[in-house]
């Protein structure tokens, strides 16, 4: 059996921490390697899912959503502009009002994407219970090949 992977696009999920940078290294190797087009990710869910309910009545909560997509696009400007100057194929996109699991799952589809690096964020307890964990969503649907980088790789790296 000689088939060989390849992949030509590959999707890279951001949530702005560092926990979820720690995959673009292992992704911009690949895409070196291959010549593929690094896909980056940032899904901006809906803000009336993170605040209370008596919250909901903000009056400036379109400003505050409005802020809070620019600072998503102003971030991915950031990462794809650095990822360019290493020679690399980059597309970035902010998905909004999106869950984060089913908002990469569907970037797979839409952006024909055939693998995706993302990282864990190592949550266990209650913090596993209340938040779930994206990853293993995302790898328990996906169509695509995941491949998965600990979150102790971040705390590995920024130690070096």
């Avoid at 899904?43 to 009336?48: A, D, G």
């Avoid at 100057?85 to 839409?110: C, H, K, R, W, Y």
Wanted: hydrophobic residues 45%.
């Amino acid at each position: 059996m000689n088939a060989r992977a390849t992949y030509k696009r590959i999707l890279v999920p951001l949530d702005g921490s560092g926990f979820a940078e720690v995959a673009i290294p292992h992704a911009s190797e690949i895409a070196k390697c291959m010549g593929a087009t690094l896909v980056l990710l940032r899904i901006v869910p809906p803000l009336t899912a993170l605040l209370p309910t008596d919250s909901l009545t903000l009056p400036k909560l379109d400003t505050l959503e409005e802020r809070v997509l620019e600072e998503a696009e102003t971030y991915l400007r950031a990462r794809a502009g650095a990822l360019r100057s290493e020679g690399l194929t980059v597309e970035a996109f902010v998905m909004q009002n999106s869950i984060p699991a089913l908002g990469i799952l569907d970037a797979v589809t839409s952006k024909k994407i055939d693998l995706i690096v993302m990282s864990t964020h190592g949550r266990s307890g209650l913090g596993q219970w209340v938040f779930g964990s994206v990853a293993a969503k995302v790898i328990r649907k996906s169509p695509v090949p995941v491949l998965l980088i600990r979150s102790t790789e971040a705390t590995r790296l920024n130690r070096q």
